[in-house]
T-cell receptor
């Protein structure tokens, strides 16, 4: 079964700083998901990526399939980016049609 | 398009009772997955339904069950509720079994 490790668990930064959150997994996968969860519980899918790099606004996600590692970057961070960021990968063989297993999340606070 | 909807949003039940939660996916989405989120265990995969068939199941006891209807709407049922079943239950829909998932707002279940 795939194991997912996220770091750091908690991160407090000042507005404008460049943020990096890391995710490592143990079994080869077809795609990795980055999710954002705000207080109150709602989850938003930020990225689903299987190789290289994707960018949405100030968010950038990269993945290195060989090293089984992904990073989520936030440029010019803003207090509204404060949330829990969660990495998720398929549970088993990496086939696309697997249930997901999740990291414990990174609790990010951006101070004004 | 309307997003994923879940009903009810909040629920309080007593130990030993049973509960049914409902999820309406985004129109055209055929895959529905269910997840449980607790402070201790984080997000955990419950099961996935596609074309009215359960395709994957997480490591949960048989008290947790679900089904999917021909219009892709899904329900999950928990029988003989235990205090540890108190959690946020999230469903997510996807057009197929390998694409990005879209999460609903969740149902917060409290078992007393």
């Amino acid at each position: 079964k795939n194991e997912v490790e996220q770091s750091p668990q908690n991160l407090t930064a000042q507005e404008g700083e460049f943020i990096t959150i890391n995710c490592s997994y143990s079994v080869g996968i077809s795609a990795l998901h980055w999710l954002q969860q705000h207080p109150g519980g709602g989850i938003v899918s930020l990225f689903m990526l299987s190789s290289g790099k994707k960018k949405h606004g100030r968010l950038i996600a990269t993945i290195n399939i060989q090293e089984k590692h992904s990073s989520l970057h936030i440029t010019a961070s803003h207090p509204r980016d404060s949330a829990v960021y969660i990495c998720a990968v398929p549970m088993y063989s990496g086939g696309g049609a697997d249930g997901l297993t999740f990291g414990k999340g990174t609790h990010l606070i951006i101070q004004p | 398009k309307a997003g994923v909807t879940q009903t009810p949003r909040y629920l309080i039940k007593t130990r030993g009772q049973q509960v049914t939660l409902s999820c309406s996916p985004i129109s055209g989405h055929r895959s529905v997955s269910w997840y449980q989120q607790t402070p201790g265990q984080g997000l955990q995969f419950l099961f996935e339904y596609f074309s009215e068939t359960q395709r994957n199941k997480g490591n949960f006891p048989g008290r947790f069950s679900g089904r999917q209807f021909s219009n892709s709407r899904s329900e999950m049922n928990v029988s003989t509720l235990e205090l540890g079943d108190s959690a946020l239950y999230l469903c997510a829909s996807s057009p197929d079994r390998v694409s990005e998932q879209y999460f609903g707002p969740g149902t917060r279940l409290t078992v007393t």
